[in-house]
């Protein structure tokens, strides 16, 4: 119905068609996670805002531990780095952009760092 009004002053873009491979993740490596995981009001904490309260995104309970304990614990920072992204993240992801260069930055030659 909304394409029967486009004209000069309406357009519409519709990116529908190419959802699936729209989300795609190139990267095995979620850095960002590091920096802003999310805590939900159900003393959950998720890898993201994009998977908040979802089972897939969650990474643990912190009702009856504090967060720093939970946070290093061998069993969350196992969790953490073994999500991959390109297996389980093809959905929009606020992080994406972030991931890419911190990703690309990673994958540098350590030798070469001091000209970056």
């Known amino acids: 119905m909304a394409k029967k009004i486009v004209d000069d002053d309406f357009k519409i873009i519709d990116h529908y068609h190419d ?3 729209r989300f795609l993740k190139e990267y095995s490596t979620c850095p960002y996670i590091l920096f802003r995981p999310v805590i939900g ?3 959950c904490v998720y890898t993201c805002q994009d998977k908040a309260y979802t089972d897939s995104g969650k990474l643990g309970n912190i009702k009856d531990v504090d ?3 939970f946070w290093f614990s061998k069993e969350n920072l196992d969790s953490v780095y073994k999500l991959d992204p390109s297996k389980s993240c093809n959905h929009h992801c606020i992080s994406h952009s972030k991931n890419v260069i911190i ?3 990673f994958s540098i030659d350590s030798e070469h760092l001091p000209f970056t």
């Open 19 to 21: 959802l699936e491979g």
């Open 41 to 43: 009001a159900d003393s």
């Open 67 to 69: 967060f720093k304990g």
């Open 103 to 105: 990703n690309e930055y």
